[in-house]
């Protein structure tokens, strides 16, 4: 089973950048979307529903923000749209896909902001998502949680980490909640995998950036420990263009 986050930075932007192609050519079960920016209804039967795929859309209250968008050739058992916190699903940030044996969460994770002005908006949402993914657990299910965290856990994770200790995405706060989810047993399935540096997924987009790989990786797929007999692998496509994010691909047995 391959599954796929992309956070696309648009959906409509990167439909013009080749993105159907991209799609077909993966061979993939499930894509995950964040900050697709658009409701269903702005989109065409293309986008909506590509050839061989179902669509789920979780879409912002305020039009062209957040969101969040699955694409499934697998039919789920169930489809939840939010985590149930007014705060959070008004924002369209979590969507929820049940496979029975396990739950799939599509997440994108609040910015801070440059001036930290929504962290504590953050916070609260990452201890959301915990307390949330532990209940799935204690029910019996295994947990699949991908998305873009908008954190860079370690310092082998961006290009360069002394500058940017300050920073969004490289907070103390931020990165001490992805050492309390590792440590409740949660497994960071790149570095299963990878352990080297120089591997990300974000880049900005001021010129020469990308091309010198001055990046962050703020994509992940995270699992149970107890699912980590499933992992197969799990890489970065850091050569496909259209966002200033690349895909992430987890293959499970």
């Known amino acids: 089973m ?25 061979e993939a079960d499930v894509v995950c979307l964040q900050e697709t920016k658009a409701n269903e209804e702005q989109l065409d039967l293309f986008l909506r529903n590509p050839s061989g795929f179902q669509s ?4 912002a209250q305020k039009p062209g923000y957040s969101g969040t968008a699955v694409y499934s050739r697998r039919e789920p058992h169930e489809v939840i749209e939010g985590i149930g916190i007014p705060e959070i699903d008004s924002e369209g940030r979590v969507l ?12 994108y994770f609040p910015n801070s902001q440059r001036e930290h002005t929504r962290l504590g908006y953050k916070v609260d949402f990452c201890n959301a998502m915990l307390r949330h993914t532990e209940s799935l657990r204690q029910k019996g299910k295994h947990v699949v949680l991908c998305g873009d965290f908008n954190i860079a856990h370690r310092e082998i994770d961006l290009r360069n980490p002394k500058e940017n200790v300050n920073n969004a ?30 591997h990300y997924t974000w880049w900005s987009y ?6 010198r790989n001055i990046g962050w990786r703020l994509d992940y797929f995270w699992v149970n420990q107890e699912f980590r007999d499933r992992l197969l692998s ?16 987890l293959d499970l047995r």
């Open 2 to 26: 391959r599954l796929i986050s992309w956070n696309v930075n648009g959906i409509r932007a990167v439909a013009q950048k080749g993105f159907i192609n991209w799609l077909e050519a993966q």
């Open 96 to 107: 929820q896909l049940d496979f029975g044996d396990f739950r799939l969460i599509n997440a």
């Open 206 to 211: 001021r010129p020469g950036v990308r091309a």
């Open 169 to 198: 995405g490289f907070l103390p706060e931020e990165r001490a909640w992805l050492d309390e989810f590792e440590k409740a047993g949660y497994v960071d399935t790149f570095r299963q995998f990878t352990k080297n540096p120089g």
């Open 56 to 59: 789920f859309w979780h879409s």
């Open 234 to 249: 799990a890489r970065h496509q850091p050569e496909v263009l259209g966002s200033d994010h690349c895909p992430v691909v």
